[in-house]
């Protein structure tokens, strides 16, 4: 199994990368928020990968976090959903995006992918409501990109990778949104209700902080009346 690939961006298609890595060049499909999110031709790149075997085809999918990946993943064991509608739907909403219609179940956000029709929309909800929660909490510990490694250019000297200092540092949100998770699981709330607290408080105000967004997830889950 390929899990991650680095090296150096040779090609952009429409919907895949050509990637060079010391002299091998893989194809990735990436969604189209992925593949805006690349950096330029000749440029060091590295992306988290999962490979798809068939007996006639092998196909690289490539995703620039784990949080991506693993929506990925759950995407495609829904019935109906393949890889094409997967990236389709990524490619609408993003990672966090998908986090937050399925844990609020609002499965017209789903729709509005391109390709994916209301019966199927509905199915992923229903399908995924529940696992909302797990994927939310990666956020916080797999937010960036990882580390390019070593490439080297045809006739010249290897490009060093971009350091530890150069990585795109975990999204604060991402790690509050982790944070205020696990927090209410702590207090006994279900991991599906919490995730949708969470998702609300984050869809209204997205830059809310740990201890804000737990009080307001709280206020959401506070029995009414």
Known sequence: MIGRIAGRLD???????LIDVRGVGYIVHVSER???????????????TDLMVREDLLQLFGFTTLMEKEWHRLLMSVQGVGAKASLAILG?????????????G???????????????????????????????????????????????????DAMPAPGPASAAPPRADAAAQSEA????????????????????????????????????????LAPKG
């Open 11 to 17: 090609y952009r298609g429409e919907d895949h990368v």
């Open 34 to 48: 992925t593949l805006a999110a690349l950096p330029g031709t000749g440029e060091a790149v590295a992306l988290w």
């Open 92 to 104: 609408a909403l993003g990672a966090d995006g998908v986090s937050r219609a399925i844990a609020l």
């Open 106 to 156: 609002d499965w017209n956000a789903i729709k509005a992918a391109r390709g994916i029709g209301p019966k199927t929309a509905q199915r992923v909800v229903n399908e995924l409501k529940d696992k909302a929660h797990g994927v939310m909490a990666m956020a916080g510990a797999a937010a960036a990109m990882p580390e390019a490694a070593l490439v080297e250019a045809d006739g010249a």
């Open 181 to 220: 998770l696990s927090a209410l699981r702590n207090l006994g709330y279900a991991p599906g209700e919490a995730a949708s607290a969470v998702a609300t408080v984050m869809g209204e105000s997205p830059d809310t902080d740990t201890p804000a967004l737990i009080r307001a997830a709280l206020r959401l």
